[in-house]
């Protein structure tokens, strides 16, 4: 049985055991609703998958109006988007998708950079 907990950063995490989710997710039904089903669609195990990274990058890449007013509304959701942090009770967190995101986008910016640098010199 998965425990579904309430805290007062980031959006939503599945830790195998347990689904924390926003505080404040109640308050927007639809999204709420939305960010459970995706967070219910992972496999509970404490070990990250190509399933769930495949699913985390889909998420991720989608736009979506009403998170975007929730992360303006409610800035300690923002903890979302760090692939690095600590929790009192689990420690240092390492969110395996939200690394592999940064790293893509850092890699891609750097071709870029290259690519600009080579074509304007």
Same mark, same amino acid.
């Not at 830790?15 to 926003?22: A, K, R, V, Y």
């Not at 404040?24 to 927007?28: A, M």
């Not at 942090?85 to 009192?88: A, F, H, I």
């Not at 420690?91 to 790293?103: P, S």
């Given at each position: =049985?998965?425990e579904?907990?309430y805290? +007062?950063?980031g959006?939503?995490?599945n830790? #195998?055991? !347990?689904?924390?989710?926003?505080k *404040?997710?109640? +308050?927007?039904p639809?999204?709420h609703?939305?960010? &459970?089903?995706h967070?219910l *669609? *992972?496999?509970?195990k +404490?070990?990250t /998958?190509?399933k769930?990274?495949k699913?985390?990058?889909?998420s991720?890449a989608t736009?979506?109006k009403?998170?975007? %007013?929730?992360? /303006? /509304? *409610?800035?300690s959701?923002?903890v979302?988007?760090f692939p690095i942090?600590?929790?009192?009770e689990r #420690?240092? %967190?390492?969110?395996?998708?939200?690394?592999? =995101?940064?790293?893509v986008? &850092?890699l891609?910016d @750097?071709?870029i !950079? @290259? &690519?600009?640098v080579?074509?304007?010199?």
């Open positions: =049985m998965v579904i907990k805290v +007062k950063w959006l939503a995490n830790f #195998g055991d !347990t689904i924390e989710l926003n *404040h997710l109640p +308050k927007y639809n999204l609703y939305r960010i &459970l089903q967070e *669609h *992972h496999d509970f +404490k070990k /998958t190509w769930d990274l699913h985390d990058i889909k991720f736009y979506d009403e998170r975007l %007013i929730f992360f /303006t /509304t *409610h800035p959701a923002w979302q988007l942090w600590y929790s009192k #420690g240092i %967190i390492i969110d395996d998708a939200c690394l592999i =995101m940064w790293a986008i &850092l891609v @750097i071709i !950079t @290259i &690519l600009a080579k074509w304007w010199f």
